[in-house]
Nanobody
C-alpha cells in the first residue's frame, strides 16, 4: 500500500525546535520529489519546503534560514528540521510526494503533488 505517514509534531515554545518525519512506503522513494506543506485554521495550505528527486531544495520565504528539508533514501523517510519556531508556525503539517523531477518553483505548489499524508499538528506557544 502506497502511503505517507507523518510524525514528530507536538507543542513547543517559541524559539524552540521540532523535527518532523514522513515515512514513505509502498513505492520507490528515490524516484519521487517531495514537499512539506502546512495549513493553519482559516488559512490556505502553503508550501513550506520541497526537495527534488536530485536533492535540490527550495523553501518558503517565511522559513528560509530556520527550516531544513532532507531525505534519507535508506530509511525512505523525509524530514523537516524546524528551528527558531514562531507562534505563527502553528499549523497542521503535511508531507506530499510526486513521481519524478519537477521544477523548483512547483515544489511549493500543492497541485504538483499526487500523494499526501494525514498530517501532524505543530503548536507553538509564546
Amino acid at each position: 500500500q502506497v502511503q505517507l505517514v507523518e510524525s514528530g509534531g507536538g507543542s513547543v515554545q517559541a524559539g524552540g525546535s521540532l523535527r518532523l518525519s514522513c515515512a514513505a512506503s509502498g513505492y520507490n522513494f528515490r524516484w519521487y520529489s517531495m514537499g512539506w506543506f502546512r495549513q493553519a485554521p482559516g488559512k490556505e495550505r502553503e508550501g513550506v519546503a520541497g526537495i527534488n528527486r536530485d536533492g535540490s531544495t527550495t523553501y518558503g520565504d517565511s522559513v528560509k534560514g530556520r527550516f531544513s528539508i532532507s531525505r534519507d533514501s535508506t530509511k525512505t523517510t523525509l524530514y523537516l528540521q524546524m528551528n527558531s519556531l514562531k507562534v505563527d508556525n502553528t499549523a497542521m503539517y503535511y508531507c506530499a510526494s510526486v513521481t519524478g523531477q519537477i521544477s523548483v518553483y512547483r515544489l511549493l505548489l500543492s497541485d504538483a503533488y499526487s500523494l499526501w499524508g494525514q498530517g501532524t499538528q505543530v503548536n507553538v506557544s509564546s
